[in-house]
C-alpha cells in the first residue's frame, strides 16, 4: 500500500497550490481520503475528505471555502486545490485514508490506516 503526497512548496500569502495524493496497493473504492496537516507545536487537523462511497465531502471549518478536494477515480488520485492561502495554513499536509466513508462528515472518529509521506506547505512572504 503507498500513498504518495506531492504538490507542495513555498507561496506567498494569497496565492495557490495543489496537492496530490497518488494511491496504490489497496481497493480505492473501500476508503475515503483524506488530507490532514500538522503545523509546528500545534495537534494534527484533518482538514478535508472525500468518499466516493457515499459521495460525501467534508471540510474543517477553517478551510471551508479556500480549499476544495476532488477526486481521479481512473488516476486513483485525490487532489487538495488550496486557494487565499494564509501564514497559518503553514504545515506538513499528508494524505491518509478513513474506512469506508469520511468519519468527519458524520461526527464520528476517522481510522487512518494508510498514510502518505507529507508534502511541506510554506506561506510567507
Known amino acids: 500500500v503507498q500513498l504518495q503526497a506531492s504538490g507542495g512548496g513555498l507561496v506567498q500569502p494569497g496565492g495557490s497550490l495543489r496537492l496530490s495524493c497518488a494511491a496504490s496497493g489497496f481497493t480505492w473504492d473501500l476508503y475515503a481520503i483524506a488530507w490532514l496537516r500538522q503545523a509546528p507545536g500545534k495537534e494534527r487537523e484533518e482538514v478535508a475528505c472525500?468518499?466516493?462511497?457515499?459521495?460525501?465531502?467534508y471540510y474543517a471549518d477553517s478551510v471551508k471555502g479556500r480549499f476544495t478536494i476532488s477526486r481521479d477515480n481512473a488516476k486513483n488520485t485525490v487532489y487538495l486545490q488550496i486557494t487565499s492561502l494564509k501564514p497559518e495554513d503553514t504545515a506538513i499536509y499528508y494524505c491518509a485514508t478513513d474506512r469506508g466513508v469520511c468519519g468527519a462528515a458524520y461526527g464520528v472518529e476517522p481510522v487512518y490506516d494508510y498514510w502518505g509521506q507529507g508534502t511541506l506547505v510554506t506561506v510567507s512572504s
Open positions: 472525500i468518499s466516493s462511497r457515499d459521495g460525501r465531502i
